[in-house]
């Protein structure tokens, strides 16, 4: 009896939407980046000030490599996008929050969360086949 392989090959996603999720990625990234940095200096516990710090660092890094991986899909290294402008709303929403539990709520409990579901689900989404590189990097920076 002969083997057949019947895999489909191709994602769910083509190029351009798969730069495009990427580039949302990399928006919510930087934003993440941003808000840990920029509530430090208003954050009176200094082991937050510190965790905030490698937080920083984190999402620094991560936004880095999805810049890297766009360049490689020639979308621009720098290509960063909210997937709607209630997004961005939310986003500056949540830098906007006065308290300092409501914020780690916000960015610990709620964005990075939906953040690490989303590099999965898009990993999982992908051909390893034919697009290793963001499967290698979405679970990578999703810690799987």
């Known amino acids: 009896m002969p083997i057949v392989d019947r895999r489909e090959f191709g994602g769910r996603f083509g190029v351009k ?3 495009q999720r990427l580039a949302n990625y990399r928006y919510l990234e930087v934003q993440l980046m941003e808000m840990i940095g920029g509530w430090s200096h ?3 516990q200094i082991n937050l000030k510190a965790t905030f710090g ?3 660092y984190d999402h620094a890094q ?3 490599l999805l810049g890297e991986r766009l360049e490689q899909l020639r979308s621009g290294r720098l290509s960063e996008e909210p997937a709607t402008d209630e997004f961005a709303h939310l ?9 300092v539990v409501d914020r780690l709520v ?3 409990r709620v964005l990075e969360p939906h953040l690490v579901s989303t590099y999965v689900y898009h990993a999982d989404a992908t051909d390893p086949m ?3 590189p963001t499967v290698r990097l979405l ?3 999703a810690g799987i």
């Not at 986003?91 to 308290?99: H, K, R």
Request: proline share 3%.
């Open 106 to 108: 916000a960015v610990y």
């Open 42 to 44: 208003t954050t009176p």
């Open 17 to 19: 939407e798969n730069s």
């Open 91 to 99: 986003c500056e929403y949540v830098w906007n929050l006065d308290s």
């Open 139 to 141: 679970r990578n920076l």
């Open 62 to 64: 991560a936004a880095n």
């Open 54 to 56: 490698y937080h920083v």
């Open 130 to 132: 034919t697009d290793t």
